[in-house]
Nanobody, 125 residues
């Protein structure tokens, strides 16, 4: 079992940067695929980026590719989402999710059984 805590959200101007962190409890963090999702007001939750438990494979939504970078530090039980060139449409609550030994469809939020509480990102124009 793993508990996830997101941090790093805030208010930033368009074109700015933020780094989100997803810190996890537990001794088997390296065995979890970790994925970021986001939900804007009035919209469904959507996939942002994921990093696999083995090999460090990374996956991105088309809307963030080239601007966002996901990485993990298993020694610190933490996954990061570096967000650059932020746009007002990136405004949302960002959640990290986890599933152990998962190599399936990263963008399907139904596949994840552990979730954090979310962190708000607001990008002003």
């Amino acid at each position: 079992q793993v508990q996830l805590v997101e941090s790093g959200g805030g208010l930033v101007q368009a074109g700015g940067s933020l780094r989100l962190s997803c810190a996890a409890s537990g001794r088997t963090f390296s065995s979890y695929t970790i994925t970021w999702f986001r939900q804007a007001p009035g919209k469904e939750r959507g996939f942002v980026a994921g990093i696999r438990w083995s090999g460090g494979w990374t996956y991105y939504a088309g809307s963030v590719k080239g601007r966002f970078t996901i990485s993990r530090d298993d020694a610190k039980n933490t996954v990061y989402l570096q967000m650059n060139s932020l746009k007002p449409e990136d405004t949302a609550v960002y959640y990290c999710a986890a599933r152990q030994y998962y190599s399936g469809t990263y963008s399907d939020d139904n596949e994840y059984n552990y979730w954090g509480q979310g962190t708000q990102v607001t990008v002003s124009s």
